[in-house]
């Protein structure tokens, strides 16, 4: 296996976690539990971003251009229209 599949499989791992982590925390009622669970969340999201970074140096991951004004603009008004019962 060679590098590139490393980092990438390793990232979408971690992403994995971050969504388990994500719904975990909104399920749990206790307190203790919870702050855990936030605090991996951290740590796996900390580790995402330095793998991120590896992964744009050695462009093994390249990001889609960046949205311009007006596509942001639409986001917004669909994200922000009052929803219809």
């Known amino acids: 296996m060679d590098e590139k599949t490393m980092v990438t499989d390793t990232l979408v791992g971690i992403n994995g976690e971050l ?49 311009t004004q007006e596509e942001v603009e639409h986001v917004k008004s669909i994200l922000t229209r009052p929803q219809m019962k």
Do not use: D, G, H
Not at 44 to 51: A, H, I, T
């Open 19 to 67: 969504k388990m982590f994500a719904e975990y925390i909104t399920q749990t009622e206790n307190k203790e539990l919870k702050q855990c669970l936030k605090q991996m969340r951290n740590q796996s999201e900390m580790s995402q971003e330095k793998l991120y970074q590896v992964a744009r140096e050695k462009s093994y991951y390249v990001p889609a251009a960046k949205a």
